[in-house]
Structures are given as C-alpha cells and as structure tokens.
C-alpha cells in the first residue's frame, strides 16, 4: 500500500499570514507606444464542422478545397516569376510544380526526396521541408568573394599560380577570405597618402637635411627597439607634414620626434613617453614645445593616419617570393629602408612598387630564379619592366652603403641577428659593378 505524501504545512505567524509566503502577483499590463499603436486584424474563425463526414460531403470538401487552392496558386503565380515554385529532387533535376493531378483532380503529395521552394511572400501553397535533403551551398563569405573578385578582374589566374594563403586557411588573424579585397583597397588608396614634391617650398630644408633626419631615426627606433611599422609611418608623417607646413630648420628634428610619436601611439602596444624622445634629442626640447607640435602635425595631416605605406606591401610581397626565407626577407627590409632614405625615390615611385622593387632587387642580389614570377606579378600588380628603374635605383644606393656618410642602415643590417645581408654583394644582373682602373 503506498504512502501518501503530505506536505507540510507553512507555519502561521501573528495576524494569519504565513511565513514565506508568495508574494502577491500584480497583474501588470505591458507598456506600449500608444501614438504609433495599429491594432491587429482580429482572425476571422476558422468553420466548425458539426455534422458528420459522409463520403459525399467528405466529396465536397475535398471540391472546395482543390478550387481554393487553384485560387491561391493563381494569386502566388502572378506576384512571382514562372519558376518560382520548383521541385528539386535529390539528383539536382529541376521538375515542374504540378499541384493537381489531371485524372482524377487529387492533390499530389510531393515525395520524400523532394522540397518545394515557394516565395517567401507568398501565404499560399503547400510547404514542404525535407530534414534529410542536404544541398551543397557556398558559404556568404564565399559568395561575396567571388563577387569582388569577378568585380575586380581577378576571376582569371595564371596557370602557374601558386596559392600563397594555403597555409594560413585555419589562422583567422590571416583574413584568408578577405586578403585580397583589402590588398587591392591599399593600391587603390595609395594615392591619398602619397607624398608630393615639397622641397622646393621649404626655404631652410632640402633633401640631404631630410636624410641626415632620417639616418637619425632610423638610430632611435633600433635604440627603442620598436616594431618596423612604427619606422614607416613615422617617415611618411613627416614628410606629409613638411610638404603640407614650412618650417624653420631648428624644428625639424622636433618634427621628427613628434612624429615618431605619433606612429608609437598608432602602432606600438607600450609606446615610449615624452620625456624618451626629449632625452634620446639631447634636452634639445622640452615637453610643451613636442606637445604642440604633435598637435600642429595631426591638425595639418588631418588625423588620417591609416596610410598604405611600403610595409604593408612588404608583408604581402615577401610572402609572394616563394620560397621566402629569413635570408630573403631581411635582404628586402635593407633595399626597402635604403629607399626610404632618398627623398628622389619617395617622391617618384609609389609604396607598392618601393615594396615590390626591394622584393626583385632582393631576389636578383641573391640569385633567386626566375627574379620574377607570375605569382609575384599577380599579387604586386607590376610586371619586371614596371620595376627595373626603381630596383636600379634600389641596388646602385646598396653599391654606395658603406661608403656613405648615413650609415644607420648599413649598420643595422651588418648585424648577424639580421643575417649580415648588407655584406652581401649588390645584384650585378641589374646594375654592373664598375671595375676600377
């Protein structure tokens, strides 16, 4: 026999009330916007059958229901193209909608191994989903690839292509799917961060102060042993800020550390502070005097920053150079950093062929074969004609490293952590080594 449960009882306490009690639920109503507040169409009631289903009523509803349904398909067939209602069976044949049966005027029942696909605006009509029918589809991503690519003209690839992000599919900081679009935005918007032609309109700077600047830069991100981006956009935000303000030939030092402030707190995780770049100048400056002109330099560039400078490309064109190893990719930052210091070559050839120069200057100095590929040529955009006259610049400045008054590349590079590669001979294919006499 089994024992019934009692629940125990809740204590009462003075006034006969119980002790935890539920509290009294209060029927709130739900606020809404009354001003905008379109009252619902009330649902009309579906017909109550009361009388029995005979066969001939069972007849007549059957009657009335295929004369509704031919109704609906006539509304949905004029608010939608012809094959908008469709079979598709397993085999991806394309069957016509047939919902009545002409011999006897039976619906057919679609089969199992088949979905209708029916306008989504459309009320009427059978709707039919099968669980079990897997249909191989391209993601999003995919699909808005393929279209920027057919946007772009890059639907057709060379034979020979190799497929430099192979190894980066699983990494999602690589941006595989998106790599391309934002590489072909950089060459598109290079332009905007271009430096134009500015010594003429600076009374107290020329060229060879602009180099003797960078030279000394070059020293104090190796000192403070920032990241390379830091190095490259700290160039070109003085040089857009020369070419947009003159200045007196005192300031151009603070020019140059208040830019490189700036691309430290653009780039860098921990950026040095204020009093670093006053005491790497030798006191030359003080605090207030590197503030405003950090405020002078963003006013005039307009806070725009996110410029494509040369190594952004480098990244991308290295990774091209395949195989790229250490050897290589130290031997392109040499020819790359060699270019930033000449203001001829800022000013004449774009980032991205800066970027793709140092790559082909670097593959002939090493004997790399070919010195350019169709892969390169695919993701750089230049063709080894495009290229010849910036390389040559590139490697006749590499002849000239060592004896050279700015050496501060030279240096960098004949450190052994970055393979030593300034000791490496110029590439001879591109300019001949002049014999002496």
């Known amino acids: 026999m089994a024992s019934k449960v009692v629940a125990p009882e809740q204590p009462i306490v003075a006034g006969g009330k ?3 009690a539920q509290p009294e639920v209060r029927n709130r109503r739900v606020l809404r916007d009354i001003g905008n507040l379109v ?38 067939k004029k608010q939608q193209p012809e094959n908008a209602n469709i079979l598709v069976g397993k085999d991806g044949a394309v069957k016509a909608n047939k919902a009545m049966n002409r011999k006897e005027g039976v ?5 199992n191994d088949a979905v209708v696909v029916i306008d989504p605006d459309c009320k009427a009509g059978p709707k039919v989903r099968e669980a079990s029918l897997k249909m191989s589809s391209k993601s999003l991503t995919a699909i808005l690839t393929a279209r920027s690519k057919a946007a772009s003209g890059l639907t057709k690839k060379p034979k020979d292509l190799i497929d430099i992000d192979a190894v980066d599919v699983d990494n999602e900081l690589a941006a595989v799917e998106y790599v391309e679009d934002m590489y072909n935005f950089y060459k598109q918007t290079e332009e905007d961060g271009r430096v134009r032609d500015y010594i003429d309109s600076q009374p107290e700077v020329n060229s060879k102060m602009r180099g003797i600047l960078v030279d000394w830069l070059v020293e104090v991100h190796k000192k403070f042993e920032l990241v390379p981006e830091s190095l490259y956009l700290t160039i070109n935000i003085v040089d857009r800020f020369l070419a947009a303000k003159t200045i007196p030939r005192r300031e151009l030092q603070l020019a140059g ?3 490189m402030l700036i691309a430290c707190k653009y780039e860098e995780i921990w950026a040095p502070e204020v009093s670093d770049f006053i005491a790497i100048s030798d006191n ?7 503030l405003l002109m950090e405020k002078a330099i963003l006013g005039k560039l307009e806070w725009y920053l996110t410029v494509p400078t040369p190594y952004v490309f480098l990244v991308r064109y290295i990774k091209a150079s395949v195989p790229a190893d250490k050897e290589m990719e130290n031997m392109t930052f040499f020819y790359a950093e060699l270019g930033l210091m000449s203001y001829t070559t800022i000013i004449e050839h774009s980032p991205s062929k800066i970027a793709a120069s140092a790559v082909y200057a670097a593959r002939c100095a090493l004997n790399r074969s070919p010195s350019w590929t169709e892969t390169l040529e695919h993701h750089t955009g ?16 590499h002849f000239g490293a060592a004896e050279n008054k700015l050496k501060a590349v030279y240096r960098k590079y004949l450190n052994p952590e970055r393979g030593a590669v300034a000791l490496i001979p110029p590439a001879s294919a591109l300019i001949p080594i002049p014999v002496p006499f």
């Open 284 to 290: 030359a400056y003080v605090r207030e005097q590197v």
């Open 107 to 111: 619906a057919v029942k679609p089969k």
């Open 382 to 397: 230049y063709s080894e004609d495009q290229l010849m006259a910036c390389a040559k610049m590139l490697v006749s400045f």
């Open 257 to 259: 550390i208040s830019s």
């Open 18 to 20: 119980q002790k935890n």
């Open 39 to 76: 009252p619902a169409a009330a649902p009309k009631p579906q017909n109550q059958i009361t009388r029995p289903i005979t066969r001939r009523f069972g007849a007549q509803l059957l009657a009335n229901g295929q004369v509704q349904a031919a109704v609906d398909k006539n509304n949905c």
